[in-house]
């Protein structure tokens, strides 16, 4: 079996979803599988060579040139689909979502031979364009380098995230000033980028204060390539992931959590969809009614690094990337047929 994955830039979504999972099944499984980063040259791949195409979401300005090629030399084609494709009017994409690619979306989903989406969620949304769906959750390569850092660093309470998240971050104003001083504790905010307004509003959701005030405790590390990123979590020792209750965010993923569970590190989640679907990891704390109090609980009971065990081996048993990558071959086989 020949497989292509056409990847529109090596973004967080590309390397978690396509690249890292199809290297490995090209190991284990001994299928090829090519990659082409470059949208100028998909005009001109040899797809008559594959036996299955794969990529996100839509591809681009070539969609409509690309799709009728693959139809007509008859190569299956599947998409995988990690979030919504209705943006809220915050995030910072919403406007060339609404006139470029939710549309283009939409009919990829329709065309598709098979669709994968993360979460129970998605699938729902999804089979109303495409009843052929199968739920692929996300999984981490731990042998990757980014997830084996080793870093010395003081207590801290730790966020990892980008732009499309600054309502989110709001969740937490006045809420973690009083658990760092009270337990001296630092609070990490990684992905920050410098002389952007965004990013300068999601901070002062943090502190209370504006840039130039920037409190002893909180801290920031600059937003790095998809494959460097998970060094974060090296300084921290408590992840927070809060997510506003919103459509949007229900079809989003677990994906943060599973990224704590790398450094074995415990986690505190907004109780919304789709971290709810973890109800049953002990190692990951729902925070109901924005109240992030039991932060301070956990520190004070000395069972941080216990409890982040309990989330590594809950995520490795659940979100194992061996075992996803059995269902990953069986949906190409089956396509394929």
């Known amino acids: 079996m020949r497989v292509l994955l056409l990847l ?46 794969v990529f996100n979401r839509w591809l681009g300005k070539l969609q409509y040139n690309i799709l009728p090629v693959l139809a007509k030399k008859k190569i299956p084609f ?7 494709w209705v943006l809220p009017k915050y995030n910072p994409a919403y406007k060339f979502y609404r006139a470029y690619i939710k549309n ?25 364009f495409n009843t052929n769906v199968t739920i692929i959750p996300n999984a981490l390569d731990y042998n990757q380098s980014q997830w084996k850092a080793e870093t010395e660093h003081p207590f801290t309470i730790g966020w990892v995230g980008g732009l499309s998240h600054t309502e989110d971050l709001k969740l937490l104003t006045n809420k973690i000033k009083p658990i760092c001083e009270e337990y001296g504790a630092r609070f990490l905010m990684c992905g920050f980028h410098e002389n952007v307004p965004d990013w300068a509003t999601m901070e002062k959701a943090i502190t209370g204060e ?18 460097e990123f998970g060094k974060y979590y090296s300084e921290i020792d408590i992840c927070l992931a809060p997510l506003q209750k919103t459509q949007f965010n229900r079809y989003k993923s677990e994906l943060k959590i599973l990224e704590a569970a790398a450094y074995k590190l415990p986690i505190f989640v907004s109780a919304v969809e789709p971290y709810t679907n973890h109800r ?14 039991e932060i301070g609980k956990l520190i004070k009971s000395d069972k941080v690094k216990e409890v982040g065990e309990i989330n590594y081996q809950y995520c490795n048993q659940h979100h194992n990337l061996d075992t996803i990558n059995k269902k990953r071959v069986d949906l190409l086989r089956k396509v394929c047929k």
């Not at 599947?78 to 919504?84: A, C, E, G, M, R």
């Open 8 to 53: 529109d830039g090596m973004n967080g979504v590309s390397f978690h979803r396509l690249y890292t999972p199809y290297v490995k099944i090209q190991i284990d499984y001994g299928i090829t599988v090519d990659v082409s980063v470059d949208q100028n040259e998909w005009a001109d791949l040899p797809f008559e060579k594959y036996d299955c195409v």
């Open 78 to 84: 599947i998409v995988d689909i990690d979030d919504y």
């Open 104 to 128: 283009g979306i939409k009919d990829s989903l329709h065309y598709a031979d098979a669709v994968m989406v993360t979460t129970p969620q998605l699938e729902e949304k999804v089979k109303e």
């Open 210 to 227: 504006p840039r130039h005030k920037r409190p002893e405790w909180f801290q920031t590390r600059v937003g790095t390539k998809a494959n």
């Open 280 to 293: 049953d990891n002990l190692g990951c704390f729902f925070v109901k009614n924005n109240d992030w109090s």
